[in-house]
């Protein structure tokens, strides 16, 4: 029997498999089965407040699971899919309310991953699907940091390799007046507007005690161990004379591209390699996202205690990364000396 296979009988089973997608690792169960998406709040230590992704194989498929298709998920779907692009419309009846967190409304995608892909054709139902992390860790991009997050709570690990996006989808509102990105991801707001017309991008933070719109409003969320903090580019050599005063101390700098950063940290005395660490991060956002949280893990694995993520441009494509460094970081003028004005 074949991976897929065996995969597809824990899923019939009320069994909990993680899969590969284009973005992260999703942690997998029969979305028609209550006792099956238990599972998965149970696994995540999740609150139960925050509705699951419904993954399908393609556009006939979602059909199935949602009351109804608006025109333009239809053009979504037929542009963006398979892609990582969660379309929220209203919810059918087949798909357990434990699933969307009692909302009447149900966020489905097809993921680009031919294993993902193989896995939703053969089990043919719809399959509820988080990050395969505990709850506000930072998604997997490995099937190994699966095994490191989720051990035996979850019954199948179906291996992919490294997922290529590396951060998670876009999440789009087609049941709000005007569509409304509830998370900024892969897929821009200008992409879906060139397809669709005018798109919102949701800035309120989410109530954590109803219904999350998105736990991704939430301010600390996919979170490393270390103390993670974020900095401006213009705030290099004030970081610089942190990393001085704090040498005894482990450290990391998240710095984008260039040599800039080397020269900064070439100037401070006593550094040590196995304690201070400077990662060059790519200055091309895509290649940023693929590495993103793959980099916080191997800080977290190496113990370093404090980590500087610099903060990218201000363009489009890196609003999603932007939004998921303030996710994973606090502000770290404070700590720099750079407080408010009094
Ligand atoms: O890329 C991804 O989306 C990955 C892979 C595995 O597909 N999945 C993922 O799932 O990131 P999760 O559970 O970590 O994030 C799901 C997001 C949350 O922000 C959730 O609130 C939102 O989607 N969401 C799901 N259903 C919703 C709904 N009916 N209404 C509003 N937001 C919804
Ligand atoms: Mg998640």
Partial sequence: MDAVETAVRFLRDGGLVAFPTETVYG?????????????????KGRPATNPLIIHVAD????KRFAAAWPAAAAKLAEAFWPGPLTLVVPKSPWIVN????GLKTVGLRAPDHPLALELLRRFDGPVAAPSANR????????AQHVREELG???????????CHVGIESTVLDLTSPVPMILRPGAITLEQIEAGIGPVRLLHAVADPSTPAASPGQQTVHYAPRAAAFRFEPADRFRLARWCQEHIERSWAILAIGDADAEAMLAALPAIDGNLH????MPMVAR????RFYATLRDMDALNIETIWVETPPQEPQWLAIRDRIARAT??????????PLP
């Fill in 27 to 43: 942690l997998g169960a029969d979305a028609t089965s209550s006792a099956a998406v238990n599972r998965i709040f149970a696994a």
């Fill in 59 to 62: 556009e006939t498929r979602a």
């Fill in 98 to 101: 434990e699933a969307t967190a």
């Fill in 135 to 142: 709850s506000n860790r930072v998604s997997p991009t490995t």
């Fill in 152 to 162: 035996s709570a979850v019954d199948f690990i179906l291996d992919g390799g490294p």
């Fill in 277 to 280: 660490k400077l990662i060059e």
């Fill in 287 to 290: 290649e940023y996202a693929r």
């Fill in 330 to 339: 606090r502000p770290g003028a404070a700590a720099l000396g750079i407080g």
